[in-house]
């Protein structure tokens, strides 16, 4: 059975930082963190495709994502964070190359999801 389990949440202060990690059954092709505000759409943050990373524009140069394989865990380390970067985080994979832009971004497109982790920032 896949699973994901996201862990790493919490509150912080404008400008802080929080790493959430992702413990996978598997890590696949694609793999990705999406996040989701109240009364918003769920939204690609940074995803892993094909060995290569990927950066919505709102989070370039203040997350990275990265991947131990042997661990099976993939992270979301956020830096500098920002009062509209609260929402939900959820890490989400696809068991083949997402290939695409339009496949990497879209929630749609994933097969496998975690529960989510909180993050809050104050300002």
């Known amino acids: 059975q896949v699973q994901l389990v996201e862990s790493g949440g919490g509150s912080v202060q404008t400008g802080g930082s929080l790493r959430l990690s992702c413990a996978a059954t598997?890590?696949?092709?694609?793999m990705g963190w999406f996040r989701q505000a109240p009364g918003k759409e769920r939204e690609g943050v940074a995803v892993f495709d094909s060995g290569n990373e990927y950066y919505a524009d709102s989070v370039k140069g203040r997350f990275t994502i990265s991947r131990d394989n042997a661990k099976k865990e993939l992270y979301l380390q956020m830096n500098s964070l920002k009062p509209e970067d609260t929402a939900m985080y959820f890490c989400?994979?696809?068991?083949?190359?997402?290939?695409?832009?339009?496949?990497?971004?879209?929630?749609?497109?994933?097969?496998?999801w975690g529960q989510g982790t909180q993050v809050t920032v104050s300002s």
């Open positions: 989400a994979a696809r068991n083949n190359y997402c290939n695409s832009a339009t496949r990497r971004w879209s929630p749609v497109d994933y097969t496998y």
């Open positions: 598997y890590i696949y092709y694609c």
